[in-house]
């Protein structure tokens, strides 16, 4: 008989794109639901981790009385897939920015770190950070012609008005999708966009790896968890990531949802919601 020939093993699965950079961690903080009545209030763990002050680092309709206050609108939920989290909520024919009368052509349901704010969740000039977190779109949501921010890097101090960074969804074309833009000042390039079906009712995991500079380097790697398939895989070097003309600047971060209601007529007139879990903010220096 002739020799059983075994066939070698197929090649290992591919994995998700990883940061091939090495780095020491310098200092670490991080937000995790405790789980829904049970444990701290939703609002307090925000306030441990972006600053213990009202409103602070959060920015819910509910906490200015001019705008929702009769709904909370971060609250805690768990699921099979990444256990406990948060769950920001919008209406669009209801919630307004903050309590900014004037600004009636947008809306925000957002956390952040702030001035006041502790030092190790403020990115300085030249300084490298890396942000992690999980979020899960409804499955339902729609977008308009405008913006639909789910993530920004926003400076604080200098030219801020325009984000740095954004996750933003929105129609192009006639097609819904969900993009990475990067802004130096005014005007913002797309550095990435995919389908809108791909990512709404799904778990997605980021990473996002910033060196704060006029010629900075960005790291942004999103990945489906279902199956690690991957919806952004940027790595940019040279690009403006500063705004700041003094050394008290700084750039923070946003999660949550930001949107303009301009074309609100693309936007369903139901409670919209996103989800968010697992955030950390890490300062961190290259290894040599």
């Known amino acids: ?3 059983v020939v075994t066939p ?3 090649p290992p699965a591919a994995g998700p794109p990883v940061d091939e950079k090495s780095f020491t961690v310098l200092t670490e903080r991080t937000l995790d639901a405790d789980g829904d009545m049970i444990g701290l209030h939703a609002y307090d763990l925000i306030r441990a981790f972006g600053g213990d002050y009202v409103p602070g680092p959060i920015e819910a309709p509910d906490l200015y009385p001019i705008n929702h206050p009769d709904v909370q609108h971060i609250y805690e939920d768990t699921d099979a897939t990444v256990g406990n989290h948060f769950v920001f909520i919008i209406h669009r024919d209801i919630d307004i920015d903050r309590d900014v009368v004037a600004n009636d052509d947008r ?3 957002e956390i952040k770190t702030y001035d006041k704010s502790e030092e190790a969740v403020k990115g300085y000039e030249d300084e490298t950070f890396i942000y ?3 979020f899960r779109i409804n499955a339902d949501m729609e977008v308009s012609t405008r913006f639909s921010h789910f993530f920004q890097l926003k400076a604080v101090g200098g030219p801020d008005s325009q984000p740095i960074l954004t996750i933003t969804g929105n129609e192009r074309s006639g097609e819904d999708g969900i993009e990475v833009r990067h802004s130096p ?3 913002f390039s797309v550095l990435g966009r995919t389908d809108w079906s791909t990512v709404t009712g799904e778990w997605l995991e980021a990473y996002c790896r910033v060196t704060f500079a006029e010629s900075g380097d960005l790291r942004l790697i ?3 968890m279902r199956d ?6 940027i790595d940019e070097s040279g690009l403006d990531l500063w705004r700041g003309e003094d050394p008290s600047h700084f750039v923070r971060p946003k999660w949550g949802i930001y949107r303009s209601i301009l074309d609100a007529d693309n936007l369903r007139p139901e409670e919209e919601d996103v989800r968010f879990a697992n955030f950390s903010i890490q300062e961190v220096m290259p290894v040599n």
Request: aromatic share 8%.
């Open 132 to 134: 992690r977190w999980k």
């Open 1 to 3: 008989m002739p020799p």
């Open 222 to 224: 999103v990945t489906r």
């Open 185 to 187: 000042l005014q005007d």
């Open 8 to 10: 070698p093993p197929p």
């Open 107 to 109: 809306q925000r349901n």
């Open 228 to 233: 690690d398939a991957v919806i952004f895989d």
